[in-house]
C-alpha cells in the first residue's frame, strides 16, 4: 500500500512509532539481500533476530514427516517477518524460506531488548505493533480455519444452489 | 418478461476448475437486454430448477456467458450441460459494478473463489480504458491450486499489481499462502483515493472490507456483493431480504456502509 507515497517500502511497519522511537530503532536496523531460497530459520531454533521485509517474499513452513515442508503463509513486503524474539522461550516456531531474492531490514533482538529496557515508552509502542501482526495473523488464521473457500452446505460456507 | 425465462442455448463451455464450468449462451430467438458487470441472470436448468448466476463476462451482440460452480443439484445440471443444450434465463437483475462512479481513483479488485466470476466483466472494463481510472489491483484467494479461476488471464491483469494467493498450497505451488488480505500490504493504491470491489464468502468480504476501513478507504467506497435465497429477482417474493434490503434489486452490489449493519446482526 502506498500510504506514504516515496517512503521506503516497510517503513510502515513502524508509523506507530513516533520519529524519535523509530529513529532509535532504525539505527539497530541492518540492511540485507538474502537471495532466493535461503533457509533464514528454522524451526526450534534460537529467536535471536527479526526482520522488516522491503521487497521480496517469504515463505513460513513446518517439517511434516513424510510430507516434507509444508508452507503455511507467505508474507511479503512492508511486513514483519518474526515475533517469536519477544516472548519465552525464544524459538521459532515456524521455519522460513525466501521465495525469490528478498531485501530486508535485521535487527539484532538482544539489542531491541536492551534499547527497550532503557526506554520503556518505545518498548511499549513495539510491543504494541508487534501484537498487532500476532493479531492480524491469528485473525487470518481462523478465517482459514472456517474454509471459506470449501464445499458449500453444512460443512462449508453458503446455501447450496 | 422477466418473469418469463427465454431459450438460450450452449455455443461455448469451458472446464475452469474440476467443479466450475463456464457456459457462453446465445438466444434461441428473443433475447434479453444488455447485463452490466455484478448483474446477475436467473439460470433455469430444465426440470431441475433456477438460481442466480452472475455475469462473467460482457459478450458483444446477444451472448451470454456465465461461470457456474457445481455445488447443488440445478448447478450440478448447469454444469453438466453441453454444447447444443438448453437453458431458461431471465434477466438482467440487480445492481452493478458502478466503475463510472470510480474513474481517476485507484481500484482495488478482490475476489474469494468463484466471486472472481463476477468481478471479471469489471476488470475487463477497467482494462478497456485504463485512462479512466488510477492504478488497478487485482487480488484473488482461493481454496487451493487447483480451484483458481481464469489463470491465463492473471498476466494481463497484473498491472500494477495483481497476485493470487491459495489457502492449501498443493501440487508444487509456488505462489502466495493465506488469506486474500495479506495481498493489501503490497497493493499499490492510495487509501483516501480508491474503491473497492469485493466479492466472495461472506466472511471473507467482512474481513476484507475491514481491513481497507482500518486503512483508510470509506466504507461507501468500498462495494460489495451479496448472496441469499433469490427465487423471484423480481423484489416480489422476499426470500433474498436483508433487513431494509430485498438483494435481488437492490442489490446484490451494495456499498459496505449500507452493509456492514446488517451484516453483524445476529437474527434479521
Known sequence: ?161 | MTLTPLSYRVVDRRDETHDTVTLVLEPAADALKPFAAGQFAMLYAFGVGEIPVSVSRLADGHRLTHTVRAVGAVSRALCGLRIGGWVGVRGPFGTAWDSAAAHGNDLLVIAGGIGLAPLRPLVDAVLAEPQAFGRLNVLAGARTPADLLYGDEFPAWGKPFGAVTVDRPSGGWTGRVGVVTTLLREARFTPSGTVAFVCGPEVMMRATARALIHQGVRPDRVRVSLERNMRCATGHCGHCQLGPLLLCRDGPVVGYDQAEPLLTVREL
Open chain 1, 1 to 161: 500500500m502506498t500510504s506514504q507515497p516515496g517512503g521506503p517500502p516497510g517503513e510502515e511497519v513502524f508509523a506507530a512509532l513516533t520519529a524519535e522511537h523509530r529513529g532509535k530503532l532504525m539505527a539497530l536496523a541492518r540492511e540485507v539481500v538474502l537471495p532466493g531460497g535461503t533457509r533464514i530459520f528454522e524451526e526450534g531454533e534460537k529467536a535471536d533476530r527479526f526482520w522488516v521485509i522491503r521487497s521480496g517474499t517469504v515463505a513460513l513452513d513446518v517439517h511434516m514427516p513424510g510430507r516434507g515442508r509444508v508452507v503455511v503463509e507467505t508474507i511479503g513486503a512492508g511486513s514483519l517477518l518474526g515475533w517469536s524474539w519477544l516472548c519465552p522461550p525464544r524459538q521459532w516456531h515456524l521455519a522460513a524460506e525466501t521465495r525469490d531474492p528478498v531485501r530486508a531490514w535485521e535487527f539484532d533482538a538482544a539489542a531491541v531488548h536492551d534499547l527497550c529496557a532503557v526506554d520503556t515508552a518505545l518498548g511499549l509502542s513495539l510491543v504494541t505493533v508487534v501484537a498487532e501482526t500476532i493479531g492480524d495473523r491469528l485473525r487470518a488464521t481462523r478465517t482459514r480455519l472456517l474454509d471459506l473457500y470449501g464445499p458449500p452446505g453444512p460443512k462449508g460456507s453458503g446455501p447450496v444452489p
